[in-house]
């Protein structure tokens, strides 16, 4: 069975909220006397010393916590701690990249550092991130937070702190556990189901575990929630789709017309917009698959060998709207295109004469055009990803305090990507070009004889043998690599200060780490050919990392300790580009850190932290070449009558190609989104952060059980590697007044209209550079205070807050600099609510546990108002109210052998806040709501079995 502290009571700093084991609490107090102790390791510093603590804050969460909330993804757990904000994950549909990541800080998730067991776990992609779905649950016995910088520990990407997932090790015997999920409803269903086996050999010298669990989650569509179902303009909540309709809507200089089913444009009343809404997810369907072998062998007792083996499948599927030509750029021959009515005819007629130069009265109209295609069927996209990774180490002691590693660690992933259902633009250009043979039959104008003709023009006239011939699935297979190897060695120096009470202490060590990351779309895809999902590039990206480091332990009083540290880097990077040679940078740079611990009193301790912290460039920030793609607008300052009677503005739109004659009348924007082009930069420097952390420990002995900890943090990132938002490009631009400055070199718009949306050659390149500055700083809070019932068992009070007061964002200098706490929109993507907390109350008596968990976020606004002048009566719901959950937990242990849990998911059933689906960035704001802050699923409940023998 796992090896449990009978303590468990005592110790409720591992298994309650706000646990605060690295703050130095005497959190085994109250143990029995004489009952044996487990061993607590905590992240933060490489010295091993017993009575070391952390001199940053980090919190530890228990496995009793985690099974309690019967959590089956890790990353839903930790997104509801206050110091993470959502992130990608399972009610992340349109722009889910086939994963689950966390984000500390609302720094984004290359800011957070994810490790297993003290190690680097190896990303799903060329982008860095880990996926928490491919750790299994069921085996972590902790998970340790520290926020903060910790490069001078950890290395590159730990600018807003690290997550380390501890394994259960010395594990004998078997344990059993399966679990169930679903709504009130009846829908969201999952089942989660693990194994751990485990045993002793060689007289104890050595053990094996093993862990094999499976996961199987169903979707939930936005259709199966009232809330959700119909698509919501943000300005007054009235139904608001796209103008990509099944009907067709055609866009040029002069024409704003729809089809009807004859093939003529009906009257302006009775066009309308389609609700894409009901196809999309809440929650996205999961099949994960993963097993991990773990062993460790006494060679004797200063020799010991230690081993990891990982595997993992993690399989999820996104479901959004039928595709559709989505404005992409057509030619209409109208005078011999059958399809067409007559009225359409003379339309087209009248465009045609309107039309300028040699283009005027041949026949030909160009137009955008958007039509949508339910005959092909919804897209999806269909992400697996298969990790294995495993770690060899050797570790020993020279003496009684000096302590040596060495490892090797090897680990890959390979992302199978599958989108199917969309449509190939050349494929729809050759159908809708139809014209009559000279045997009366209809044929597509290129001659092609498999080319089918296509009726495009109106509602339910697309005949299934054109719709098979447009159709176009797409895949894409990523594979990343990673091979760390690193030695250290930590020990006391033997010396002494004399007005210190400890010998300075020390670790050393070096780590060498190459990552490697292709990605190989296919021709369709890498040709942009793909309509509804744009387009990927090749990727052939490399780097090699060697690195020095060094820690020491600094006594210098009795009640004053130093901490000390500094990481030396050397960077290579290659990136190779089809037809180009490849492109190599090299650079260094040292993160370092500085820290004191002053026992003040006996019940007080304050401690101090500054580190300068780095994140260097990922595979995916030098090796992405530059890719047309969707994304989102709010405003466009040249659209409609934005700039009429504004002289200067109007220059300016003229000048950035928007036509003279479409100033006053120019749509550019559908549905929130337009054209982007996306891409990396091989010559990018790492970013550079300064992270400060400050903070008071409170453990009154007048107050036996009351543990209080509060922590000020202000992180600073310099050169931040950023993909400007569209909207901060087009600001930028217009707000300058000069149609050469940098921001305007970016805007590409169309030609025949000014708009942004006009296919793969039109739209804002939001290419990655080194330009921004990020700050965030605010206070934490973590409190926990136990007492004994007598008989009426233990009583924990558990509180964890974030209090955000200041996150500034400014993309280059000069530009202006945006604070986004409070604040959600289209330029703070992520909500950044002022206040978060999580307080949990837990009662245990005997076998019983009862967890009560109240949620709080505090409320947000809509980033417009503060940040662009908008009125509040522009939007529907100006301000979003502060939100409470309340889960509620059981569990109880019937004897040795047998658990059982159960529990309420959002207690009181409390529907999301309804702010529509252009409130903000498309993969944050889905479903008229952000379904990864506020629950969209409902009251749920689960019940879980726990059997070890």
Known sequence: MFQKNPLASAVRSLTLASALVASGFPAIANAQDGAEIEEVVVTGSRIQREDLTAFSPIEVIGQEEIRASNTTNLEEF???????????????NNGNGGAATVDLRNLGESRTLVLVNGKRFTPYDYGGAVDLGMIPTSLVKRVEIITGGASAVY????????????????????????????????????????????????????????????????PLTQAERDFGSDSLDSSDLSSFGSWTTPAGTVFSSTLF???????????????????????????????????TLLGRYDFSDSLRAYGRLSYANNEIATIIAPTGTFFYPFTIDYLNNPFLGSGAVADFAAADAAETGAGANDGLVDILYGRRLPEVGTRD??????????????????????????????????????????IAYDRVAESMAAVVDASGNIVCASGNPDCVPGNYFGPGNLSAEAAEYIKLNLEELRETEQLVVGASLTGDTGIMIPTADADISYALGFEFRRDEGTGRPDANYAAGN????????????????????????????SSVTLELGARRSEYENTASFAGQPAVSNDFSNTSYKIGADWQILEDLRARAMFQHAVRAPNLADIGIPLTPGIGDLDTDPCEGSNPVGDADLTALCVATGVPAGAIGSLTSIIAGQIGIFFGGNAELQPEEADTYTLGLVYTPSAVPGLEVALDYY??????????????????????????????????????ITGGLNAGTTVGVDVSLINSAQETTRGYDLNLNYGLELGNYGSLDLGLIATKVIEHTFQSAEGSERYDCVGLVGATCTRPDPELRFTQTTTWQMDGLRVDLIWRYIDELKQDAIELAGDAPSDWAVPVIDDYSYFNLAASYAINDNWTVRTGIDNLFDKEP?????????????????????????????????????
């Open 78 to 92: 930790l997104r509801d701690r206050p110091q993470f904000t959502q992130a990608m994950g399972d009610n992340t």
């Open 257 to 291: 017309n729809q089809f009807g089913a004859d093939g003529n444009f009906v009257a302006p009343s009775e066009m309308g917009t389609f609700n894409f809404n009901p196809y999309n997810l809440f929650q996205v369907p999961q099949e994960k698959t993963t097993a």
């Open 714 to 751: 202000d992180i600073t990132i310099d050169e931040v590697i950023t993909s400007l938002s569209s909207q901060e490009i087009v600001n930028s631009c217009y707000d300058s007044g000069d149609a050469s400055n940098e921001f305007c070199q970016r805007i590409v718009r169309s030609p």
């Open 381 to 422: 996209s269909v992400f697996e990803n298969e990790a294995l990774q495993y770690v060899l180490g050797l570790e020993g002691d020279i003496s009684d305090s000096m302590r040596w590693e060495a490892f090797v660690q090897f680990g890959e992933t390979e992302q199978q990507q599958n989108y199917l259902n969309d």
């Open 155 to 218: 290395g590159t990407d730990a600018i807003a702190g690290v997550v380390n997932f501890i394994l259960v090790d010395n594990f004998e015997g078997a344990e059993f556990d399966v679990s169930t999920f679903q709504t009130t409803e009846g829908d969201a269903k999952s089942q989660d189901y693990s194994v751990t086996l485990g045993t002793n050999f060689a007289g104890g010298k050595g053990n094996v575990v093993f862990n094999a669990g499976f996961t199987d989650q169903d």
């Open 530 to 557: 793909s309509v509804g999902f744009g387009a990927s590039s090749p990727v052939d990206a490399e780097t090699e990392i060697q690195e020095f480091f060094g820690e020491a332990l600094v006594p210098v009083l």
């Open 913 to 949: 806040p309804v702010v529509g689906n252009t409130y903000g960035s498309t993969a944050g704001n889905s479903g008229n709501t952000y379904p990864s802050t506020y629950d969209a699923l409902g009251r749920a409940y689960f019940l879980g079995v726990n059997a070890s023998f």
